[in-house]
């Protein structure tokens, strides 16, 4: 089941800003690796020497430095107390169940955002929480695992198209978070299609499987709206920096940024309105299926009322023999077809009345 909520119990009576990883371990170890680069030159390689990361703040090139396996939390501390990062900015990399924000600090500014993947097969979201840290030529960026979400940016820099090698880490921050927001417009897309086959079930033939799938998308919707709200705030904030980490070039790009965002909220908004709808759609049709049942039911019931009135009053079996009044039909010779006749009758003209109705 989807997990919208991730205990934090592993840090109760610790020290703020104590490196605790809080999450699921999802990669098999620590790993990083970096990219150095600027208008002419790139370079890929992976530090071996933690001391290495102290020159980088001291180079004019720009340096993205990809690190993951966040439930490492020993080796995470270590990388990041080379850059010289906040014990609390450790802990919040390190707690992934953190909500989406934006800290300021005097030598950096730190993000929070949460990526959600879909998985096509099992038709299910999951959520996985990335860290950004800004610095003035450099961009950290923390995965819960070794994804290829940023492959596409990276190739970018790589063929150096576009102006991402000729601007800064800031616009570099912008493309990932760009790529972020464009996952989401193909997560929405996929979650559209499920809930125009879940509709076309609906009418068709609904069912309690229905239901949970109902549920279950009522649930990704408020994750995604739980990721995608303060999504919002943070690139807002971002616009709205006034330290120089963000450049005025960037913050025309991150206004285009803040629409697709808003896009998106809107998306998942108009999505949630189709959900709740669908429940009640699904209640009102099991509703209507039970009064059909219970219709088909009672007309049986109101048919056989005099049918067994019928058969209860000849079945009384009083001697003829004793009063002429005590049931004279039981000795006609036609008596039995008679009775037969008088039920048919009975059946066929309350059947006549149901129809001319419309009860059936």
Same mark, same amino acid.
Do not use: C
């Given at each position: 089941m989807l997990k919208l909520v991730k205990t934090s119990s592993r840090k109760a009576g610790l020290p703020p800003g104590s490196p605790v990883f809080i999450g699921e371990r999802v990669t098999e170890k620590f790993g990083l690796d970096m990219v150095d680069y600027d208008a002419e030159n790139l370079s890929l390689s992976t530090p071996?020497?933690?001391? @290495?990361?102290?020159?980088?703040? !001291?180079?004019?090139s720009n340096t993205w430095i990809r690190v993951h396996g966040l439930h490492d939390a020993e080796a995470v501390d270590r990388f990041c107390l080379e850059f010289g990062l906040h014990p609390l900015t450790i802990e919040d990399i390190l707690h992934t169940g953190q909500r989406p924000k934006i800290d300021h600090y005097e030598e950096y500014l730190f993000l929070v955002i949460n990526l959600i993947n879909y998985d096509d097969a099992a038709r299910e979201m999951s959520m996985e929480q990335i860290s950004f840290v800004l610095g003035s030529n450099y961009l950290l960026t923390f995965h819960e695992k070794d994804d290829d979400i940023f492959d596409d940016v990276l190739a970018r820099l790589e063929t150096n198209k576009g102006r991402i090698r000729k601007l800064g880490t800031d616009y570099l921050l912008y493309s990932l978070l760009d790529r972020v927001v464009d996952n989401f417009f193909s997560v929405l897309e996929k979650i559209g !299609? @499920?809930?125009?086959?879940?509709? !076309?079930?609906?009418?068709?033939?609904?069912?309690?499987?229905?239901?949970?799938?109902?549920?279950?998308?009522?649930?990704?919707? %408020?994750?995604?709206?739980?990721?995608?709200?303060? #999504?919002?705030?943070?690139?807002?904030?971002?616009?709205?920096d006034e330290t120089t980490f963000m450049g005025e070039s960037t913050r025309v790009y991150l206004k285009d940024l803040y629409d697709h965002t808003i896009q998106v909220l809107d998306t998942v908004e108009t999505f949630?309105? =189709?959900?709740?709808?669908? %429940?009640?759609?699904? #209640?009102?049709?099991?509703?209507?299926?039970?009064? @059909? %049942?219970?219709?088909?039911?009672?007309?049986?019931?109101?048919?056989?009322?005099?049918?067994?009135? =019928?058969?209860?009053?000849?079945?009384?079996?009083?001697?003829?023999?004793?009063?002429?009044?005590?049931?004279? @039909?039981?000795?006609w010779y036609f008596g039995y077809p008679f009775a037969l006749l008088l039920m048919a009758g009975t059946l066929l003209s309350m059947l006549v009345y149901f129809k001319k109705k419309q009860w059936f």
């Open positions: 071996v020497r933690l001391d @290495e990361f102290r020159l980088l703040k !001291e180079t004019p !299609e @499920e809930v125009e086959d879940l509709e !076309e079930e609906l009418i068709a033939a609904p069912s309690p499987e229905t239901l949970q799938a109902i549920h279950s998308l009522k649930r990704e919707m %408020i994750l995604l709206r739980k990721s995608v709200w303060p #999504l919002r705030e943070v690139i807002h904030g971002l616009q709205r949630r309105d =189709i959900i709740s709808g669908m %429940i009640d759609i699904y #209640l009102s049709s099991v509703s209507n299926r039970m009064n @059909e %049942i219970i219709k088909v039911l009672t007309i049986f019931a109101v048919i056989f009322i005099p049918l067994t009135f =019928i058969t209860s009053l000849y079945g009384m079996n009083f001697n003829t023999g004793a009063s002429p009044f005590n049931m004279p @039909e039981l000795n």
